[in-house]
């Protein structure tokens, strides 16, 4: 029987074979000089306006655990592609270089870049795959959560995806991006214990199915749930189980009972909003809220409280985990210098800025964003300049920030974006400039490519 690790994600293993048949290669030839990688998106999705960057302490404790096991250089040996001298040499591999990135919770765009890694070049290459598994999907979640947060100010915001995520990883990272985003929390239990996250969950339709009237499972649920009652009230027809909701809390008061909340997860949610609303209100429950879920999204959300639905708060499920709308960002992890000298791809399409680089900020008297510039590293800009020292030597250079501060960095950073940038529907371009250090350098490093040719 195949044997499988608990803990396969922290596995070394978890990366593309090209990453070690590079290796061989670099081994075989004696190329392990110091490499300079960065982490970018190329191009943000039409329906972005900004990201969120997020992931980066799921990548530093990636980098700082990175070894290999004897079963990880078994599983390589079992391949018959790897020299025994070169499987040797992975035994005491870990990861000794310097990494440098924009904190999380900050707004970024395209061709900027949100990590950068400077090592020997087998560790700098060896991990790429993972670093771009982690960042990519915690940005990718982060921004979307953010737009669900502009789209609904104020309200109560729950990640329900986990059942529609892409595995367990997915959905417990999904947890923690949408909470640093600004959601209120999440349904999915472990990020709990892993993170702190508060976690929330109301009912399902089973649990009415399974009592013999839709009064009884509500007084069942109200009498033996120890935290905020939510009850789910579309089960059979909506409006009735509102007016059973109202009937059912004038025995629950006398045993000091509240009910908090109603849940809509089917129909038009608006009108029946508005309609449950009035029955709630007439029946003299004013204080019990409405809460709305079942395949919304950003834009549902805004439609519904831009119509003036009178809904409290929202479970964002599938749309949310798997970021239906931009399932996947154009981004890369691409090698800028290497030996002291300067790289830079040349591919149609996927045109690379060489050497390390920085980003510098400029604001306005408001604090609004007006302008990036990409530069080098040693081309100090005006500005504020966004990427940090985060590792050196291999070793983390501060303790990590708590989902609180990040969260409060998000909101900040939302706060700080120009109206333009912060619609959901219509698209605006920022400004990334680049600077003449960077255009010169980029010249230079064709010519000499040029000359190779």
């Known amino acids: 029987m195949t044997q499988r690790s608990p803990d396969w994600h922290n596995s070394a293993l978890m990366c593309d ?185 109301t009912m399902a339709h089973s649990f009415i199915e399974a009592h013999d009237s839709e009064l009884a499972a509500f007084e069942n649920f109200a009498r033996c749930h120890r935290g905020a009652i939510v009850l789910l009230i579309d089960t059979y027809d909506t409006e009735t189980g509102a007016e059973r909701v109202v009937s059912l809390t004038r025995g629950l008061a006398a045993a000091g009972i509240d009910i908090h909340s109603v849940r809509l997860d089917s129909g038009d949610l608006g009108q029946l909003a508005h309609r449950v609303r009035r029955i709630l209100d007439e029946g003299g429950q004013t204080r019990i809220g409405i809460f709305a879920s079942g395949g919304i999204d950003e834009l549902e959300v805004q439609r519904l409280l831009g119509e003036g639905a009178p809904i409290d708060g929202f479970g964002i499920g599938t749309s949310l985990d798997v970021s239906s709308d931009a399932p996947a960002l154009d981004c890369a992890y691409k090698l800028q210098e290497y030996a002291g000298i300067a790289r830079r791809k040349r591919s149609s399409g996927k045109l690379t800025w060489p050497g390390a680089k920085q980003v510098f900020r400029h604001y306005d008297r408001r604090g609004k964003l007006t302008r990036d510039v990409l530069t080098l590293v040693d081309d100090p800009q005006p500005g504020e300049a966004l990427l940090e020292p985060v590792m050196r030597a291999g070793r983390r250079v501060a303790p990590s920030p708590t989902l609180h501060a990040i969260r409060m960095r998000v909101e900040h950073e939302l706060r700080r974006l120009p109206e333009d940038l912060r619609s959901l529907t219509r698209h605006a371009a920022y400004p990334v400039e680049i600077a003449p250090a960077l255009e010169t350098l980029a010249r230079e490093v064709d010519r000499r490519i040029d000359l190779q040719a």
Do not use: W
């Open 17 to 201: 074979l090209y990453q070690f048949t590079m290796l061989q290669a670099y081994f075989d030839r004696g190329m392990n000089d110091t490499a300079i990688f960065e982490f970018f998106v190329r191009r943000l999705p039409p329906q972005r306006n900004f990201l969120i960057a997020a992931g980066l302490d799921q990548a530093i404790d990636y980098l700082t655990g990175l070894r290999f096991s004897t079963a990880d250089l078994d599983t390589l040996r079992s391949t018959e592609l790897f020299g025994e001298a070169f499987l040797d040499s992975l035994q005491g591999m870990h990861f000794t270089g310097d990494v440098d990135a924009v904190p999380e919770g900050t707004a970024i765009f395209g061709n900027e870049p949100l990590l950068r890694v400077t090592a020997p070049l087998a560790e700098a290459q060896f991990v790429e795959s993972r670093l771009i598994n982690i960042l990519h999907y915690q940005t990718l979640i982060a921004s979307k959560a953010a737009r669900c947060v502009l789209a609904a100010p104020g309200k109560q915001l729950v990640d329900f995806g986990m059942r529609r995520s892409h595995g367990a990883e997915a959905a417990i990272l999904a947890a923690r991006a949408s909470y640093l985003a600004g959601f209120t929390g999440t349904a999915t239990v472990l990020a709990k214990r892993l993170f702190g996250i508060p976690v929330f969950g």
